[in-house]
């Protein structure tokens, strides 16, 4: 981040948009413009409270009338803070009528960072998974907990928790916890810091700082999020990721929903490509263990494969192909991953082609 960041906002509106809500961060971090108002309590938190999960609700639904670009980058660091692996998408992403979001993907090179795992890439949740809406609210502990003064921006501040902790084993519903900043006049959430819980043995996750920025002078839009954090494992691995998620080009759109057979709109020149949900271990209905080759037994190779595969609509693959770990073992992991089988993969409540990747680990 630039160290002559400005934070500027007239009463309706908030200039230099993503950059001016990084310098959030900048100014509290250095106490140069930061004020911490410890005089009392707001007016009334519970009605503060009512009133931004109300307008969170009414972000939901002026959301589905704008088109925006995602730029989402997750990097995974050596000792050295050097970067060993990444994994970067860039979409576009439309609504329907209903609120179903669509997401076409721009830019997608081959991922180096197998750790991202499908639960990962849920929690870019194309804008903000994490919405405080009413219909939550009686999930959660919200407490107030002062006021900021960054600038010409007046901020309560409250510490969210869930009441009860959602099982993994029972249910995959992702909960909010950590810290949320409000605008005294507007009543909108401007800034989150924070993660989704539960959490696994497997899958950890980064507390992510999540800016907005006033978009068409009237709601805050989430704009940006950063996070640069050691993830500590239950068995004692650790893995260093930074995540940087940019959301720009927001303009008024609205995607048409036409429901089509699968293949209809397909030809022998353009193909329906598949969409991309990352790692798959955890999604097969089948998955074979991988068989050593003669010249993986006489080599003694060990290591970790990944194999990107294809998945049909039946959730047969139809493609395997291994783009990284010991090549005496890569036949073994691709002829594994050829037997894998999944249930039919949807998005938008479509049945789609599916791509992602397999990891196998020889021991």
Known sequence: MQADMNVRRSKFSLTNGVLALMAFAIVFAGGVMAQTNADGPAANPDKIIQAFTAKEVEFRR????????????????????????????????????????FEKITFFPMPSMPEVTSEDIDDLGGISPFALEPSKLDRYTIRYVGKETIDELNLYIFDVQPKVMPDPKKTKERLFLGRIWVDDQDLQIVKTKGKGVPETKNNKYPI????????????????YSYADEE?????????????????????????????TEIGENETPNEPAKPVEFGVLNAKAVTLPKPVYTE???RTKSRGRVTVRVVVDE??????????????????????????????????????????????????
């Open 208 to 223: 992510v700082e999540t800016y907005r920025e006033q978009i068409d002078g009237r709601y805050w839009f989430p704009t």
């Open 62 to 101: 002026a959301l589905n009338n704008y088109s925006f670009k995602r730029d989402a980058l997750i990097q995974s660091l050596g000792m050295g803070g050097q970067v060993i692996g990444e994994y970067h998408r860039v979409s576009n992403f439309t609504f329907d009528d209903q609120g179903n979001r």
């Open 231 to 259: 993830l500590v494992f239950d068995n004692g691995s650790t893995l260093h990721v930074r995540l940087k998620v940019r959301y720009t080009d927001f303009a008024p759109a609205r995607a048409t929903l036409k429901v």
């Open 314 to 363: 039946n959730g047969k693959v139809i493609s395997a192909q291994a783009v990284d770990g010991p090549l005496p073992l890569r036949e073994a992991a691709e002829a594994a991953a050829k037997q894998a089988a999944f249930s039919p993969f949807t998005e938008g409540g479509i049945v789609v082609k599916a791509t992602g990747v397999l990891t196998y680990d020889f021991q």
């Open 295 to 297: 010249e993986a037994k």
